[in-house]
């Protein structure tokens, strides 16, 4: 929403960073490695757990409601069975501990004496014993950015989630080589204010975490949670977001969100409007209804199921893509297994007549005010979802409800589940508690603050402060460090990184989808000769487009070009223009580079044709 008054909002934002620590796995001696192949599988079906309090959490009872079944790829070597529960995890993995207390006094956190793992109820299939281990490490730490305070706390260390590889009805697939990846876990205070800060302060705090050169990197290996909220609003969490770019647009469309539901909650009291919950059978309303879906349900022995929302009518329609109330509505009935809903908003439609609509209205008494929303599907989950739909319409009357949605790539976000609460976490009790030596932590040797390595790329690479600070808050700061340990020349990764991606991005490409062997082998052959620096963005265009890093060479003609080539072509322009050489002598050498670097532009390094053309001019003007 440009130009949107975020302070006039009351806009809070809070950050949750996860990130994978390239350790062994936190409870057992895996190797954290993705595997692509798996020759054993495992099932199970998942149900909730009472905390210490006797309290269920009601994201779980949402999710076991779901009655899926879940089977387990369990790749070797990196998983065994402690990630298939069949034996007891062993103590946290020492150096994923040590790593996390070193971040915990890099943002001057208090660490508790003790580390206790907590088992935090998760039964969407992600883990196969029905929780996920997580151990506070730290509290009440903070970092100043741009001369503000953004308090960090909690900072746990726990155990990462199994990878989902398909899902198809009533089942998922998960593989195992991700679950017990140890993560770290920071999360900021509600002190970010505008979306543009909240990709900032992550891009800061991911530059922390990579500052221990003991992380992973990579897609997936670090994951934002947003908590959003504005005046009159609630706090909304929004699950697994990715790319630090896209950060801001999740921010700036939940707003928008929340906006639009406080105006419909603010039009229903004005209208008296109402759930009344009763939910009826209108299967014999519909048996000579045109309507595709209906006859197969209708022929497979399901039904159709309705409710009147009183004083709705208008509401639940989406209008010029803005998402009303309809698409909340679906959201929380196909967290039952439905496929969606059909409502009065958009009806007659999908086959369903005017005559069948008519007939609905009379027999749930629908006034001129009012809406109704139908459900086809086997009585017992059509009512279900229905519920789910009364559910979410007085919430509506309220306005915007505490809850968890999933980040889908346009910046948008679907609804998840309830917002968890503290019912889901009760004690682990396979892990002993875990002191914490203070002599020990307070000798732990931290890794340099982002001051100290800005001024170190100056000194090491000749890097301007501009650089260096942009290539840490991008993220290229390691990969500059490798690719010049390499031999590659510290100016040419840094224009690529800095200057080049931001090309791509503008011819709407995705230079993040860039692999860095790819990178690597480019900037390698450009380093050895085999064509110039000006050709790595056609060649990597042309990857992204498809083509392995030889066929882009040889698409755009960049193939290397021999020295007795090149001085036969300089030899040929100094011919044809003599005169000219004549009369400026040395000073011919800057005009006449034009028209050398047109022949071999991205094909020979212009520092080379340089050299070659001043060799042939002396040579001319001397004798």
Partial sequence: ????????????VGLEIHQQLDTEKLFCRCPSDMVEESEKDIMRYLRPTASELGEVDRAALMEARKGLRFRYQC?????????????PPEGPDPKA???????SRMVDAAVVDEVHFMRKVVIDGSNTTGF????????????????????????CLEEDAARKVEADGEEKVYRLDRLGIPLIELATSPDITSPEEAREVAQYLGGLLRATRCVKRGIGTIREDVNISIKRGARVEIKGVQELRMLPSYIEIEVERQIMLLEIKDLLRERGASVPGEIHDMTPLFQDCSSKIVKSALAAGRGVFGTKLEGFKGILRAEDGAPLLGPEMAAYARTTGVGGIFHSDELPGYGIGEEECSRVVKALGVGNEDAFVLVVDEPERARDALKEVCHRGTLALVGVPEETRNARDDGSTVFLRPLSGGARMYPETDIP?????????????????????????HREYGLNQQQSRQLFRKGYDLLLEELTAEG????????????????????????????????????HRVRRGDFAKEGIQKILTLTLQGSTVDEAISRAGLEGVDDEAVKEVIRRVADEREDFIREKGPGAVGPLMGVVMKEFRGKVDGKKLSVLLKEEIERRVHG
């Fill in 433 to 457: 508690p875990y002191p914490i030596d203070k002599r020990k932590l307070a000798g732990l040797e931290l890794p340099e603050t982002p001051d100290e390595m800005v001024k170190r790329f």
């Fill in 488 to 523: 590659i020349d510290a100016s040419m990764v840094s224009n690529t990184l800095l200057q080049t991606y931001p090309e791509l991005s503008k011819e709407g490409l995705d230079p993040d989808q860039i692999p860095e062997e790819v990178l690597r082998d480019v900037l």
């Fill in 75 to 87: 790749p070797e070597p990196s998983s065994c069975l402690v990630e298939m529960d069949e034996e």
């Fill in 1 to 12: 929403m440009a130009g949107q008054d975020y302070d006039e909002l009351g806009l809070k």
């Fill in 132 to 155: 996920q281990r997580t151990g506070l490490i730290a509290t009440d730490g903070k970092i100043v950015f741009n001369g503000k305070n953004i308090g960090i706390s909690p900072i």
């Fill in 97 to 103: 501990m040590e790593l996390a207390l070193k971040i």
